[in-house]
């Protein structure tokens, strides 16, 4: 689920993704790019028209490295994103994953010139404060600061990327705090379903594993230094990162800064191919016996990736707002009338390749999980039945909207939703393509998506409750 669109299970609060094949029948997805030429542009479409009223810049230098410059009124103050389009999607080879989020944290120890306590210091100098954080499809790296200290920040940024310089030593201690990261989530029982869930639901894809890795990995991941340098050395590269900027700079300046400090970085050679899902043909089932927490619900269909020039996207969010706001028929007589359900929600995850509608519900009695199951498709099956109100459509459409543009009123939170679409696309003008599509989206259009992706041969059901079995069919 998107970060900019009110896509977070409440639950779980974890995306859950699916997805792409082998080069013995299946087609594969790779991350290539072509030969780096510079271009600058900006989209002519109608300011009217884009759910983003400022202009984006594009800029991208001889090595691939990409430019974004959004100017926005926030006097002395900008916002500075680093994407870089890598993520737990991208380990492909066994016994090494969960090191995508590793640089989450590896990238924080400091280069010669800026060891992690001068880069900390000079980060209070620039007035900036600075984070990270990783998800199936990338890595973003952000702050935000003074635009008088500008030149600094691009001068910090640009070093660890091209610099980053760290010891056996500093590796081990950094795998070990991942180690405990990874223990302290796992103590969740949502995070442990989750977990088997994925491992069930996909065969081959990199999706199967969650962003922190599969735990015999992380274990393993203290004797993996050599590894983590050809990590570094494979994807800290300029034809997979974008820097985003949003705020009182120009993309001039901007630009200017970039081929400073950026463009002697030099372009990379590998590329990453990964295994793509094959089609599921019969429900899958999981189950976690936990009898301390209330009993737990998730229907999770294998749905669509990202894709910001069709229809089914757009279709399934809005779908998921009619069957599932607290303001829903189904909502009102489970949680409101009936009293069976605690919370339910649901939506489907952007990814790069396919995923799933995961819907969730917490319940009050173990005994109506079947009941609460049978009555989430019934809903389902109307809609393919019967489509859906369109005084309900044209509200939920406006709704996604402006909800979505009265959150834009910042810097970072301008920026935040662009790097989730160049996440996805590459291209931060998805995000304005996407908003044009809630626009176009039909009650056939719901009929057809709702038909297409709600099938018992694409379902995993996920189950918590104190019995040795989930018992739903």
């Known amino acids: 689920m998107s970060l900019s669109r009110i896509h977070v299970l409440a639950l779980s609060g974890l995306a859950i993704l699916a997805g792409c094949s082998d080069e013995t029948g299946a087609p594969t997805v790779t991350d290539s790019s072509t030969a780096p030429v510079v271009t600058t542009s900006v ?68 280069t010669d010139k800026y060891p992690t306590g001068a880069y900390n210091d000079a980060l209070k100098v620039s007035g900036a404060s600075a984070n990270a954080n990783t998800s199936s499809d990338r890595t973003v790296y952000h702050m935000t600061g003074s635009v008088d200290r ?93 820097l985003v900027l949003v705020g009182d700079v120009t993309p001039e300046q901007v630009n200017s800064l970039a081929q400073t400090y950026y463009g002697e970085w030099e372009h990379g050679d590998y590329v990453s191919t990964v295994p793509s899902e094959p089609m599921q043909t019969a429900t899958r089932y999981v189950h976690l016996q936990n009898g301390s927490i209330p009993p737990y619900l998730g229907l999770n269909y294998k749905g669509p990736a990202f894709n910001d020039r069709e229809i089914d996207m757009a279709a399934l969010d809005v779908l998921s707002r009619i069957l599932f706001d607290n303001t829903s028929p189904l909502y009102r007589k489970l949680v409101l009338e009936e009293q069976k359900v605690r919370f339910i929600g649901g939506g489907a995850s952007d ?89 176009r989206v039909t009650v056939d259009d719901i009929k057809s998506v709702t038909a297409k992706y709600f099938v018992d041969t694409g379902l995993t059901i996920a189950t918590i409750s104190e019995d040795a079995a989930g018992g739903v069919q």
């Open 150 to 242: 500008l030149d600094l920040m691009f001068e910090l940024e640009s070093d660890r990327f091209q610099n980053l310089n760290y010891s056996e030593h500093d590796f081990r201690t950094e795998a070990g705090a991942v180690k405990g990261e990874y223990t302290k989530n796992y103590a969740s029982p949502y995070q442990q379903l989750n977990e088997k869930m994925r491992d069930t639901a996909f065969d081959v894809h990199t999706y199967k594993h969650t962003t922190m890795g599969f735990f015999d990995d992380i274990v393993d991941m203290p004797n993996q230094y050599a590894y983590s340098l050809e990590f570094f050395n494979r994807y800290y590269r300029p034809e997979y990162t974008t």
């Open 43 to 110: 989209d002519s479409t109608p300011v009217e028209e884009k759910i983003l009223p400022n202009p984006i810049y594009q800029h991208e230098l001889a090595n691939g490295l990409k430019v974004v410059t959004v100017p926005f009124d926030s006097p002395g103050t900008v916002a500075f994103f680093t994407v870089v389009r890598v993520g737990s999607r991208n380990e492909v080879e066994a016994g090494v994953t969960g090191f995508a989020h590793f640089f989450e944290h590896m990238m924080f120890r400091g």
């Open 351 to 439: 990814s790069r390749d396919p995923n799933l509608f995961s819907i969730e519900a917490s319940l009050i009695d173990k005994a109506d999980l079947q009941y609460v199951k049978d009555e989430v498709v019934k809903a389902i099956d109307a809609v393919i039945r019967d489509g859906v109100d369109v005084t309900t459509l044209n509200n939920v459409k406006s709704n996604l909207k402006y909800s979505f543009a009265m959150g834009i009123d910042n810097p970072d939170a301008i920026a935040n939703s662009l790097a989730h679409y160049i996440e996805l696309t590459g291209d931060p003008e998805s995000l304005n393509r996407l908003y044009a599509q809630y626009d």
